[in-house]
């Protein structure tokens, strides 16, 4: 299995505060990584490096082999990895199709198309509707994004990421605002669509540890800045220790006895 | 040795009435978020209101000598446009920022046609009327008292704003509303009533400023624009919303101005809008606030 | 392209070719500046309604367009408007570049004052260097060849209403033709995301600053374009092109027409000119009128005429359904 993205003894320090204090982490292919954490442990920071927006005091950050450090959004999603956030951000007046388009067009590297009209592109067309339709917004395609429901619109926010095409995707809390009954779903489609976009790896930052449980490759845990633990759900739910710094109490299926 | 002291007085000078410009500008600002491209427009109104006011009491038998506070009244009465302005801009409120720019753009446009009306064309001053106050010897040089007293009563102001905001009831709920609104509205404060004051607060800052300048300076209808760019210079050196800033703001186009203006006299006009350019430009990283994106 | 608005367009056109016949010379001598507007906002609309910036400096561009046909006409013996256009428009674009690479990292506001300083160093430069620019009465502009024909049979006004007239209509139809694809093109499908949501879009890989600095420079384009038109019909060039009421002017025309439609600009310009025409007439104070008129447009108005028509044909549509 190869490594897609690392991070080598990451350092981040800002004056005296130290963020992050040397973690290093590896995502390979096929992997669904989980961060997880307390609030104020470094996860959005950790998440920040990773994803080049922010570069590191020390240390290196590496996707497939090449250093990313503080690279931007621009460059990231050139390299190949998205990032799909906790609050949701849209295009208020452009339609679904709209949105899904733009990806599609930087990643088919056409921005630089002056003359030629994006609406009755084929390849863009055909490319927008595959995307909807994995995420169920076929419907929705002539759309405002902001006439959308709020979950549609995390929907879309996610499938504008995956239509860069990405091999690496970085989802932020997905199911944060989703309704308990509709987590694991919201979840099951996300992988699903990532299998059949041919994402190779997804790093997710969740609190919601039934999800973490169910979808995780692995799992890693951030505390005050550095790795607490970094192991399989197995092993993670059967550490009392790690599972009473990082969950507080049994919850959810621990609580059932199912692990 | 000579010339550089009158640059300092004169930068002094310029940015004492800056400051309360941009003083304005931040508390209307820090408190309702509004960006108001029309207080070049209110500083206009403020000078030119204020010479017809002293020109008026003096043919009136008014002493010369007590046209100062004339000035400072003339400014505080034609600052009472405050409110009306500011109900104008609640309804332009909740909307996208580029409807605040083109509704107080509209107004400057609007203030230039009423100057013209009520004052004509051509630029108008006071005269020698600075010179009852006498001068000072500074130095090598001579310097208006007026001067003086206009850098004094903007510092006093500077510290009374500061007071003010710091100490007295009303100003804290003002930096608790600046800061939550919602929060303020809960603990039953009057937002609306606090918002039409503190505007009128900034409008009138604005007009006292125009009306203090006048006996040293000429009121022209090129004010208001050269006034807006200089003020948002101010404000881009100093952070959105912060005083320290619109004073340490002032000071730095203030004497700028007066150095550009000395050493290239026949670019005075270019040396202004050239001054604010470079200012924004160069701004120095993080002194108080982000206007970069 | 809908149907409606192909129409529409086709009546325009038509009516537009047919006014010097039914027209007077004085009306259409009023139309010039409106075809000049016309041209110049569509390009600014580019960068106001499509990309999301509020320039309160453009007529700076438009003096450019201006003074470059004044320059190269008068000073420099130019004569085809064809080389006048090319020349005004690449300078105006070479001005631009540095003024967009200084101005679009800032946010609104500071954007809108710094453009709006640019603006006024080049009318006070304009103003102050009379040797150079001819000071506050400017420089004459001379006419110039159309397609290499110089017309010396035909007097200046019935040239400006018969051949000059209906080249305007032919470049006004081109440009706003390539202003059509290139905002319906994924460069144009970029530039909204931008204004939209610039962080996201950066997410989706689009080039935000770099998309930015290009509008701006075919803002600025176009906008020299309708300074040549506007120079050539009034047969000077002088600093009030580059004072900012004038780009106050532009804004006033972006909004009155409707920046959030394609066509809402040219709709605009033709409002505008007939509006002060008609102010003119009336008061010396007109510019007042025009920032009440505006006042109440983002008041209450907000998407302009364009968007009163498109709201009134959308419940006509729905009431006869």
């Known amino acids: ?259 | 040795m000579s010339s550089f002291l009158d640059i300092l007085i004169g930068g002094v000078f310029h940015a004492a009435v800056l400051f309360l410009v941009a003083a304005g500008l931040q508390l209307v600002f820090g408190v309702q978020k509004i960006v108001n491209l029309a207080c070049g427009s209110f500083y206009a109104l403020g000078a030119y209101f204020g010479i017809t006011a002293v020109t008026w009491c003096i043919a009136h038998g008014m002493p010369p000598a007590l046209f100062l506070p004339v000035l400072i009244v003339a400014g505080l009465v034609v600052g009472l446009i405050g409110p009306f302005i500011e109900a104008l801009l609640l309804t332009v409120y909740h909307r996208d920022e580029a409807f605040q720019l083109l509704l107080t753009f509209a107004l400057v446009l609007m203030f230039q046609d009423v100057l013209r009306f009520f004052w004509g064309a051509d630029p108008q001053q006071l005269g020698d009327l600075v010179m009852s106050y006498g001068r000072v010897h500074m130095g090598a040089i001579q310097v208006p008292t007026y001067n003086l007293l206009v850098i004094f009563a903007s510092i006093a102001i500077a510290l009374g704003l500061g007071a003010f905001l710091q100490k007295t009831r009303f100003g804290r709920i003002l930096r608790a509303t600046a800061e939550n609104r919602e929060m303020s509205l809960a603990l039953g404060v009057n937002v609306r009533w606090m918002y039409a004051s503190v505007f009128t607060l900034g409008t009138m800052l604005g007009t006292v400023g125009g009306a203090l300048v006048v006996p040293t300076a000429a009121a022209s209808l090129d004010m208001p624009v050269e006034l807006v760019v200089e003020a948002f210079a101010v404000v881009v050196i100093g952070g959105l919303g912060s005083m320290r800033g619109a004073l340490v703001g002032a000071l730095i186009v203030g004497l700028m101005r007066a150095a550009a203006i000395s050493w290239y006299s026949e670019l005075e006009m270019l040396a202004i809008y050239l001054v604010v350019i470079v200012v924004l430009v160069a701004r120095p990283g993080g002194l108080f606030g982000k206007p970069l994106e | 392209m809908r149907t409606l608005q192909a129409v529409l367009l086709s009546v325009a056109l038509v009516v537009l070719l047919a006014l010097p016949r039914v027209l007077s010379q004085y009306h259409v001598t009023l139309v010039l500046p409106a075809l000049a507007y016309a041209i110049a906002l569509l390009g600014y609309n580019l960068l106001f309604g499509y990309t999301g910036l509020l320039s309160f400096g453009h007529a700076l561009f438009v003096a450019i367009g201006g003074y470059g046909a004044a320059v190269l006409s008068s000073r420099l013996g130019l004569k085809s408007f064809e080389l006048i256009l090319l020349l005004s428009a690449v300078t105006a674009v070479l001005v631009a570049i540095p003024i967009a690479l200084l101005s679009v990292r800032y946010v609104k506001i500071f954007f809108g004052i710094l453009t709006l300083a640019f603006g006024m160093l080049f009318h006070s430069f304009l103003f102050k260097f009379y040797n150079l620019t001819g000071g506050d009465t400017g420089i004459r502009v001379l006419r110039p060849t159309l397609l290499g024909r110089a017309y010396e049979d035909l007097d200046k006004t019935t040239w400006l209403v018969g051949p000059f007239y209906y080249y305007c209509v032919v470049l006004l139809v081109v440009l706003g033709f390539v202003m059509w694809r290139l905002v319906h093109s994924p460069f144009g499908l970029h530039l909204v995301a931008t204004r939209e949501n610039r962080r996201k879009s950066e997410y989706l890989g689009v080039r935000v600053r770099f998309f930015r600095l290009i509008a701006f420079a075919i803002s600025a384009f176009y906008c020299a374009v309708g300074g040549a038109i506007l120079a050539i019909n009034t047969g000077q060039a002088d600093p009030e092109l580059a004072y900012w009421t004038h780009s106050g002017d532009l804004v006033f025309m972006t909004v009155l027409g409707g920046f959030g439609n394609f066509f809402g600009p040219v709709v605009g310009a033709f409002s505008y000119v007939f509006l002060k025409d008609q102010l003119v007439g009336m008061t010396q104070y007109w510019r007042f009128w025009l920032g009440l008129i505006l006042v109440i447009l983002v008041v209450l108005f907000p998407r302009g005429l364009a968007g009163l028509f498109e709201r009134m044909w959308a419940r006509l549509h729905r009431s006869t359904m």
């Open chain 1, 1 to 259: 299995m190869s490594t897609l993205l690392e991070a080598i003894d990451v350092r981040k320090s800002y004056g005296d505060f130290v963020a992050i204090d040397g973690i290093s982490l590896a995502v390979g292919e096929g992997e669904l990584v989980s961060i997880v954490g307390p609030n104020g442990a470094g996860k959005t920071t950790l998440v920040n490096l990773l994803t080049g927006l922010l570069p590191p005091t020390s240390g290196h950050v590496r996707f497939k082999g090449q250093d990313i450090a503080g690279i931007g959004p621009v460059m990231l999603a050139k390299h190949g990895m998205a990032r799909a956030f906790q609050l949701v951000h849209i295009f208020p007046e452009m339609t679904v199709a709209e949105t899904i388009a733009v990806a599609v067009v930087s990643q088919t590297g056409k921005s630089m198309r002056f003359f030629t009209p994006v609406r009755k592109d084929p390849a863009v067309n055909q490319r927008v509707r595959e995307v909807a339709q994995i995420f169920g917004l076929e419907r929705k395609l002539d759309t405002q994004s902001r006439l959308l429901s709020q979950g549609e619109q995390k929907l879309l926010d996610i499938a504008s990421a995956f239509a860069l095409a990405p091999e690496v995707i970085l989802l932020d809390e997905p199911t944060s605002g989703v309704s308990s009954g509709d987590k694991h779903g919201l979840m099951r489609n996300v992988v699903d669509a990532a299998r059949k976009a041919g994402v190779k790896a997804i790093i997710l930052v969740e609190h919601d540890m039934d999800l973490v449980a169910e979808y995780s490759t692995r799992i890693v845990a951030i505390q005050a800045g550095k790795v607490l633990a970094d192991r399989k759900p197995d092993d993670f739910f059967n550490d009392p220790e790690i599972v009473a710094a990082i969950v507080g109490k049994r919850v959810g299926r621990l609580a059932a006895g199912a692990a």
